[in-house]
Nanobody, 121 residues
Framework: QVQVAESGGGSVKAGGSLRLSCVAS????????TTWYRQAPGRQREEVAS???????SLLASVQGRFAISRDDAKNAVDLQMSSLKPEDAGVYYC???????????????WGQGTRVTVMS
């Protein structure tokens, strides 16, 4: 069984920075894709950034130039570096991992519990 857990959320003033981390753990696995989502109160969850096994990345248009996603395979971690934060970036940020479990050969698709980001204007 594979799990992911987010960390790094908190409160920051507009213009500030935060670094979120998503760490996967459990049975031997290969992560094919990790995606960060966010959900603000009263709004639908939206995809913010993703990184593929081959290193390919994707960023939401509104965060390009401010956010960056990276992967540390040694730590089974995917980080989301957020800079020049705006109040509209606030919300709960979730990590989602899609991959293959080595012991069963079956795919998995798991979500973390989320970490809250507050941006004060």
């Amino acid at each position: 069984q594979v799990q992911v857990a987010e960390s790094g959320g908190g409160s920051v003033k507009a213009g500030g920075s935060l670094r979120l981390s998503c760490v996967a753990s459990g049975s031997p696995f290969t992560i094919i894709k990790t995606t960060w989502y966010r959900q603000a109160p009263g709004r639908q969850r939206e995809e913010v950034a993703s990184i593929q096994e081959n290193g390919g990345t994707s960023l939401l248009a509104s965060v390009q130039g401010r956010f960056a996603i990276s992967r540390d395979d040694a730590k089974n971690a995917v980080d989301l570096q957020m800079s020049s934060l705006k109040p509209e970036d606030a919300g709960v940020y979730y990590c989602r991992a899609f991959g293959v479990a080595h012991t069963t050969g079956r795919t998995f698709d798991v979500w973390g519990q989320g970490t809250r980001v507050t941006v004060m204007s």
